[in-house]
């Protein structure tokens, strides 16, 4: 631990000292900063911290991009990250990453530096109500009391408040008997702002040590689906699971963060799996390829008479429609998001299980076979090897023009979604932004167990780079291998280009981010919109065409730029050895 600067103690720093310290000591690895005048504290806390190896700083001038790279981290870890910011129109930008983190379950801190209560509303510089800002969104929110005094030792009675604060806030972002979330502390201090950083502030006292030593070993199984899975006479847990009787003709439907619980239950139950290319759970015996064409068949999808559900399902009318209907019992699996009941009638369980008996095989078998004859090989043909070995000048040529023509090939989105997929590997970590590429990814990739992510609580276009970046900070912590990469479209990519700014002194992350550039929205496309809307209406106020040179970009960020429009070049560069930030533009046709 650095030595304390010079200066008087300053109320505001021990405060800071006591929460983040306690903070720290109850497992948060990861602080992401945007700095302020009013929340200096915390700031120059973080800084010591930061230098003693207590913790991992993040520092973004983009509250927005603050709250989304803090929303990566615990997308990925299981554990909250702390936002700091300063007060004002700072704090508002935090509501994106907000909002994503309520309806996604994700864990959450949010520490906003604050005036003190005696400025608020009386026209005072960059001051706003702040408390009661994300009460819809959040699972505790506190207006903390302004410190008033210093603390010599880190034994005041301030201090063990903000000690037992920490414990409080913390609980409840981890979700404290209900879903994981977001928590708002706001933190009103008064000048000085700024003064030594407390010795003690690495140095937990018993009491903190005694709290920790009470606090869970870990934090995971956050984006496990919800409740377990198990044999109907499985040593019961802490609720007895929901038994499934054999009997309906049953499918599992995996959305986002599902995670390979759905499949545990589909394997289990013999059950046909429709995985969202999101969910987690995109692989296995039981998986449907094609599902959108299957549900629609009124011999499979019409048949259906119960439904299984993990996860946010987000991605396909379809699915949207099943979970709809009056006439098909769903069964919802308690997520990290909010409860799912589209039909208005959905039950809601922590936990499964499937009773005894054997699978129906024939209804399985319809779907299985269904499933083979809807699959899509999109890998590159094999070279004609004994073509090209002949000794007969026309069939090699013919066999060697093929192989040009291969190579020259152009990239369509298929072709795009294919070869990032077969790229990643479970070291890895895949990011789907919210772009027409996600639903062209559901509808064409089979099964593989890679980590994915997207933000599809809201699925908004908001911070995907963002959010990748914390997921690589925090899935490449300690040297671990892997490259994350992510995979969204040029306007996704534009939305968020703020996030492509990062400090120098930070570790540089493994980061593909492959953009689908097709020059605007053409999402809308395919949308009943596009049917009824005048062409120069639909180009001004949907398609919002671009003409960004994303080169120019990547050149003023300093991320090293490649624009391919091969199959062959893609390949290479996502298998190439990964190191730093990469930018690979795909032109697409609209």
């Known amino acids: 631990m650095s030595a304390p600067e010079h200066g008087a103690a300053s109320p505001a720093t021990d405060a800071a000292a006591a929460l983040l310290g306690a903070l720290i000591a109850r497992g948060v690895e990861h602080v992401v900063l945007s700095p302020g005048s009013r929340s200096q504290a915390l700031a120059l806390v973080a800084a010591d911290l930061e230098r003693a190896g207590l913790l991992r700083l993040h520092v973004r001038i983009d509250e927005r991009v603050a709250g989304f790279t803090a929303l990566g981290i615990g997308r990925e870890t299981g554990v909250p990250a702390a936002v700091i910011c300063t007060s004002g129109t700072a704090v508002a930008n935090l509501l994106p990453a907000v909002l ?43 207006d903390v009391a302004v410190p008033d005094e210093t603390d010599a030792d880190g034994t005041g009675e301030g201090t063990r408040m903000l000690r037992d604060l920490a414990a409080e806030a913390l609980a409840a972002s981890l979700g ?3 879903p994981a979330g977001p928590v708002h502390l706001n933190l009103p201090y008064r000048e000085p702002l700024g003064g030594a950083v407390p010795v003690w502030v690495a140095e937990p006292t018993s009491t903190v040590a005694a709290a920790v030593d009470e606090a869970p070993d870990t934090f995971g199984a956050l984006y496990q689906g919800g409740g377990g899975i198990g044999d109907a006479d499985a040593s019961p847990a802490a609720e007895a699971p929901l038994v499934l ?20 239950l589909a394997h289990l139950g013999g059950w046909p ?18 599902y959108r064409g299957l549900l629609r068949d009124p011999d499979l999808g019409g048949a259906i008479e119960r439904v299984v559900v993990f996860g946010h399902p987000t991605l396909s009318r379809e699915v949207t429609q099943l979970l709809s209907r009056t006439d098909v019992e769903v069964v919802a699996l308690r997520g990290p998001g909010e409860p799912l009941n589209l039909n208005g009638a959905t039950v809601t369980v922590d936990a499964v299980g499937v009773d005894a008996g054997d699978a129906d095989r024939e209804w399985l ?12 090989d999109l890998s590159p043909a094999a070279p004609d090897a004994e073509a090209l070995a002949s000794s007969v000048p026309s069939e090699r040529r013919g066999a060697l023009a093929s192989e040009v023509a291969a190579l020259r090939a152009p990239l369509d989105r298929e072709a795009l979604v294919d070869a990032v997929w077969r790229a990643t590997w479970p070291h890895d970590r895949l990011m789907f932004g919210s772009s027409r590429l996600v639903r062209v990814a559901d509808a064409v990739l089979g099964g593989k167990k890679v980590p994915v992510h997207a933000n599809r609580g809201l699925a908004g276009i908001d911070g995907t780079i963002a959010t990748a970046t914390g997921i690589a900070a925090a899935s490449q912590a300690d040297g671990r291998p892997g490259v994350t990469r992510v995979l969204l479209g ?42 009824v809307a005048e062409a120069e209406a639909m180009e001004r106020v949907l398609y919002t065409p671009q003409a960004v040179r994303l080169e120019q970009l990547a050149l003023a960020y300093g991320w090293e730029y490649h624009r391919v429009t091969t199959r062959s070049a893609l390949d290479q560069l996502l298998t190439a050895p990964a190191g730093g930030r990469q930018l690979i533009e795909v032109p697409l046709a609209r």
């Open 490 to 531: 040029d306007l996704a990519f534009l939305h968020d280009v703020g996030a492509l700014l990062l400090p120098p002194g930070e570790t540089e992350p493994r980061l593909q981010i492959v953009v689908g550039n097709d020059g605007g929205g053409t999402i809308f496309d395919g949308l009943e919109v596009a049917g």
């Open 365 to 376: 078998g319809l779907w299985m076979r269904a499933s083979r004859d809807a699959s899509v």
């Open 245 to 264: 009787p054999r009997g309906p003709r049953t499918v599992v439907v995996a959305g986002a963060d599902s995670g390979p619980a759905a499949e545990d």
């Open 273 to 290: 799996l429709v995985a969202e290319i999101v969910s987690g759970a995109r692989f296995g015996r039981y998986l449907v390829h094609g």
């Open 176 to 178: 404290d008997g209900r």
């Open 100 to 142: 994503e983190a309520h309806h996604s379950g994700v864990p959450l801190l949010l520490l906003t530096a604050d005036r003190p209560p005696e400025l608020r509303g009386i026209g005072a510089n960059q001051t706003t109500r702040q408390p009661g800002m994300f009460t819809q969104a959040v699972r505790l929110e506190l």
